[in-house]
């Protein structure tokens, strides 16, 4: 079976909930996406408008709804604090393949957050048909690489000019997995 959409999971670590994002998860996103430093190495710039925030979220509500996609957010355990987000995302049935991502809040970087949300991520994709997995970082990105790295992940290829950003175009390396 290559991941049922009819029941979206949850996901807990030792210390964390991975919870399937729903439209009113924007507010939570909200802080970190205009944040410029977490922003820094990704495809757009910070986000100062939450509504903006909020079609982003929707659209990736009905990415879900589709199929095409599966994001969560990321709250800790004890208190339910917002950490961030997740996803399993460019979902290829035909060839048992996904792209990963993550974003965390500045508050939860250096906590090994992102490690423990992604082991889970990719030991459901792993568990539920998926092969091969991807994951994208912006030239530069040194901790989003380390992390990918360590979960096992291979820089697989260089593309240049891949994202126009702030008027620039940049570079991004492209990571694989074989599971």
Same mark, same amino acid.
């Given at each position: ?13 030792e210390r964390l ?16 996406? !205009?944040?410029? =430093?977490?922003?820094?190495?990704? $495809?757009?710039? #910070? /986000? @100062?408008?939450?509504?903006?925030? *909020?079609?982003?979220?929707q659209g990736q ?16 355990? !004890?208190?339910? =604090?917002?950490?961030?987000?997740? $996803?399993?995302? #460019? /979902? @290829?049935?035909?060839?048992?393949? *996904? ?81």
């Amino acid at each position: 079976m290559i991941l049922d959409f009819e029941r979206l999971p949850i996901l807990e670590t030792e210390r964390l909930r991975l919870e399937p994002l729903t439209a009113g998860d924007g507010a939570d996103l909200f802080p970190i996406m !205009g944040d410029p =430093e977490v922003m820094a190495y990704w $495809d757009i710039p #910070e /986000i @100062d408008d939450p509504d903006v925030v *909020a079609q982003i979220v929707q659209g990736q509500v009905d990415g879900m709804a589709d199929g095409r996609a599966i994001y969560w957010i990321i709250r800790t355990l !004890g208190g339910r =604090e917002f950490v961030g987000s997740c $996803d399993l995302s #460019e /979902i @290829d049935r035909w060839h048992r393949r *996904a792209e990963v991502g993550f974003m965390l809040g500045r508050d939860a970087w250096g906590q090994g957050y992102a490690l423990e949300a992604m082991r889970t991520v990719l030991a459901f994709a792993a568990t539920n048909g998926l092969r091969k997995l991807t994951a994208r970082t912006h030239l530069g990105n040194r901790r989003s690489e380390t992390l990918l790295e360590r979960l096992g992940f291979t820089e697989e290829g260089l593309l240049r000019g891949h994202i126009l950003k702030d008027g620039e175009r940049r570079d991004c390396r492209v990571f694989g997995l074989l599971l």
